[in-house]
């Protein structure tokens, strides 16, 4: 039995349902709303590497090392992007958030905050992770800027971590949240989603 066992979180017009072959299209689609592939510091496949993408993320499945979601609209079924647990450690009983994209449309809405409630939701209050974790590239501020929207805090920064899909070298910004931390996180996030946009 796997840390992470397959599940669908839903909540706010949003569903998170585990990635699948059938969300190809979806995928290509919403990575299209902005070419998304073309910013060098995102994860986000090029149409022609998008199954290549979901295959991969099926074997991470497998390894236990990975699970990730489409994020769809509950109305239309409609995939918004794409987000994942990975680098799970059972014994820790920790797990980070990441490989986290959406449609253009969607950046700076409420889908991310919906997300990340429903996955620190599910890791701390079912899982009963001690630490959720976060990493982004140093130089995507805007990620950098929605992990500590979140309430995570800043653990320091790996130097020379990880290859760019440019071939350059990227710092990595490190991120986390202890389950103590939780409660506060959630009140806040509840209550930005109450705010009038």
Known sequence: ????EPVILEQRGLRLVPLALEHEQGLRAAAADGELWNLRITSVPEPEQTRDYIVSALAQREAGQRFAFAVTDTATGTV?????????LPAVKRVEIGWTWYAKRCQRTHVNTVSKLLM????FDTLGCHVVGWRTDNFNFVSQQAIERLGAKKDGVI????LRRDGTIRDTVMYSMRAGEWPEARAQLLYLL???R
């Open 120 to 123: 620190m939701s599910h890791a």
């Open 194 to 196: 109450e705010k009038p």
């Open 80 to 88: 918004l992007g794409c987000t994942s647990y990975h680098d799970i």
């Open 1 to 4: 039995m796997s840390f992470v």
């Open 159 to 162: 130097r020379g971590h990880a």
